[in-house]
């Protein structure tokens, strides 16, 4: 147990920083795009949040396929798509259970999910502040 729990606080940690570096870049991208397009504001606000939503997808996406190879290499499962198809239902707490771990990997494994709720609740946080900031909503205008 102590193999899965080093091992996933490692993987963990990783997508933490994946995270906040990501964050941080999609801010920028987001921006730039916008300076580029200079359409009228509303349009510019529209697109600057779709931006940032593709974008948290992406960062997002890249740490379920370092889950998902890590799996892979642990030989927790026969081919990536199974890995992959795994770490999407298991970072996103859906946990449909068609797929499971190997016994020795459960707790790495039930790692994953706490880290999924995490992100994607830090994700949540973000693209919320996102929206009042640059997108679409603003407080006083729509609600």
Known sequence: MVENLLLGTLVIAATVVIHAIGLIEVTRWSSALT???RVDHRRNRI????????GTFVV???????????HFALGSFADIETALYFSIVSFSTLGYGDVIPPERWRVFAALEGINGFLLIGWS????????????????????
């Open 35 to 37: 300076d580029v397009l």
């Open 47 to 54: 697109v600057a949040m779709v931006a940032t939503v593709l």
């Open 60 to 70: 997002l996406a890249v740490e379920i396929w370092l889950w998902a190879l890590v």
């Open 124 to 143: 949540t946080a973000y693209l919320i502040a996102a929206g009042m900031r640059i997108g679409p909503f603003r407080s006083g205008e729509h609600f």
